[in-house]
């Protein structure tokens, strides 16, 4: 552990362990592509070491089974990406999608997202981190399992480099304007959305696999997206 990137620590059970079992494609990326495409919890890194290069630097938290990581991460091959999920099945997953496209451009940390931001990433020097459509914990009883808490907002403010931007969309309306109240409130992010509200999802942004099933339920989506200054 590396306590120089360390601030106030604090920890948030924002997951759940799921129970869904790898598919056999699953295990066989996990067992051939582990080595080359994750990084261990517990060593430290030079990203640009990691990645062969220097550029900026892309966080998504909680990627799910990945594939709209993969989508963005091959659209925009000048940038390197890190994926942070706790779910191996869908770690799996996006080892296969790396694979089969040979996507160069991705690592991946199989582990809670919170630790490896205080304990792995320097300070000040993420171009972005990406949160699309975080557990949001509906139940009032379990709102302090959101990830989007005033530490969380904090910590972003710490990572994220001048110019740098969090990026949030979401389904759930209370778990949208929760995290509105927040980052508004929070130190060095500023909303970029001209109203003060949410945006419009950026063509960047591809729908993902949590998305597609809400708008099949007749969902609305909220994109928040804050720039550090
Ligand atoms: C509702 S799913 C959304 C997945 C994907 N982003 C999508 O839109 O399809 C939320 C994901 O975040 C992951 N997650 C939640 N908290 C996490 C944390 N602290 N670190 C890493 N992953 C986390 C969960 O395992 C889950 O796969």
């Not at 120089?4 to 869904?20: D, N, T, V």
């Not at 296969?96 to 320097?122: S, T, Y």
């Not at 379990?142 to 907002?153: L, S």
Request: net charge positive.
């Amino acid at each position: 552990m590396n306590n120089a990137y360390q601030m106030e620590p604090f920890k948030i059970r924002s997951f759940m362990r799921r129970q869904g079992r790898a598919t056999a494609g699953q295990k066989l990326a996990l067992d051939a592509y582990w080595e080359k495409y994750c990084l261990s919890a517990q060593q430290e890194y030079d990203f640009d070491d990691v990645f062969g290069r220097q550029a900026p630097l892309i966080v998504e938290i909680g990627f799910g089974n990945g594939g709209s990581l993969a989508d963005m991460a091959q659209a925009n091959p000048e940038l390197n990406y890190l994926g942070i999920e706790v779910h191996r099945p869908g770690v799996g997953h996006l080892l296969m999608l790396l694979e089969q496209r040979q996507i160069g451009n991705v690592r991946v940390f199989c582990h809670d997202a919170i630790e490896i931001l205080q304990q792995k990433i320097p300070d000040y020097t993420l171009a972005a981190v990406h949160l699309f459509f975080p557990d949001p914990w509906q139940k009032r009883r379990h709102h302090k399992r959101r990830i989007v808490r005033p530490e969380f907002a904090a910590l972003l403010n710490r990572k994220l480099a001048p110019g740098g931007y969090f990026h949030a969309a979401t389904d759930w309306e209370d778990y949208a304007k929760h995290m509105l109240r927040i980052l508004t409130a929070g130190k060095g992010l500023v909303n970029t959305s001209p109203a003060n509200t949410f945006c419009q999802r950026p063509a960047y942004r591809p729908l993902t696999k949590f998305e597609n099933r809400g708008l099949g339920l007749g969902h609305k989506v909220w994109d928040l997206i804050f720039q550090k200054i």
